[in-house]
């Protein structure tokens, strides 16, 4: 496709659920990028891939959290036993080489998350 | 780690004026690049302009353009002839010799008619 997809738009669960969600980079683009925007708030970075290095985890919150990417394909970003202050919209962001600052993030229309 | 920091949780103009969005960010680092990026009620961020820390001149994007103080480390975003479609929640973003983007917590623009 021509921009970031994710799925789906919307997830509504119960606590205690686990859930994934999905994103579909911009083809060719080596780095991604998991956010957590609360309601209301700024992004909160959650992890981000580059190609096939070791993610950057730093910013998964708790262990509850994981993500994978194979190669510059998909990746997907599990909540296990979701809790209610996991509900937020959940943006993706892919772009095309890490090692280049200036380039920019193209974003995904993210996934909103309510957890019951 | 930086810091981006926008104080203006809420601002308004009058369709066809000139608003100006701020923002300040706290980094050590000589080596940036700024952005503004715009998130519309539809979720889709979209990026806006860019800046680069290394040059002095400002960005400009059509009626979009910036006024980066490097010393002072604020970057503002200047819109010019708003229209009804500026509406949107606007987030100032920096990104450094690292690969992670801070954000700020964003400023809402209302666009009246």
């Known amino acids: 496709g021509a921009g970031v997809s994710q799925s789906p738009s919307n997830k509504v669960t119960e606590k205690g659920k686990d859930v994934e969600l999905r994103c579909d980079p911009i083809?060719?683009?080596?780095?991604l990028y998991w956010y957590r925007q609360r309601l209301g708030q700024g992004l909160e970075f959650l992890i981000y891939?580059?190609?096939?290095?070791?993610?950057?985890k730093s910013g998964l919150p708790s262990d509850r959290f994981s993500a994978e990417r194979t190669g510059e394909s998909v990746s997907t970003l599990t909540i296990q036993r979701t809790q209610q202050e996991d509900s937020a919209v959940y943006l993706c962001?892919?772009?095309?080489?890490?090692?280049?600052?200036?380039?920019?993030?193209?974003f995904g229309p993210g996934t909103r998350l309510t957890v019951l | 780690a930086q810091t981006v920091t926008q104080s203006q949780p809420e601002m308004s103009v009058q369709e066809a004026e000139t608003v100006t969005l701020s923002c300040t960010y706290d980094?050590?680092?000589?080596?940036?690049?700024l952005f503004w990026y715009k998130q519309p009620p539809s979720r889709q961020m979209i990026l806006v302009i860019r800046?680069?820390?290394?040059?002095?001149q400002n960005a400009t994007e059509n009626r979009f353009s910036v006024n980066f103080q490097k010393a002072a480390k604020s970057f503002s975003l200047k819109i010019s002839d708003s229209q009804l479609g500026d509406a949107a929640m606007y987030f100032c973003?920096?990104?450094?010799?690292?690969?992670?983007?801070?954000f700020g917590t964003g400023t809402s623009l209302t666009v009246i008619p």
């Open positions: 962001a892919s772009s095309l080489e890490v090692g280049l600052k200036y380039n920019e993030q193209f």
């Open positions: 083809s060719g683009h080596t780095a």
């Open positions: 891939f580059q190609g096939n290095s070791a993610p950057d």
């Open positions: 980094t050590s680092e000589s080596d940036y690049y």
């Open positions: 800046q680069e820390a290394y040059k002095q």
């Open positions: 973003a920096y990104r450094g010799t690292g690969n992670q983007f801070y």
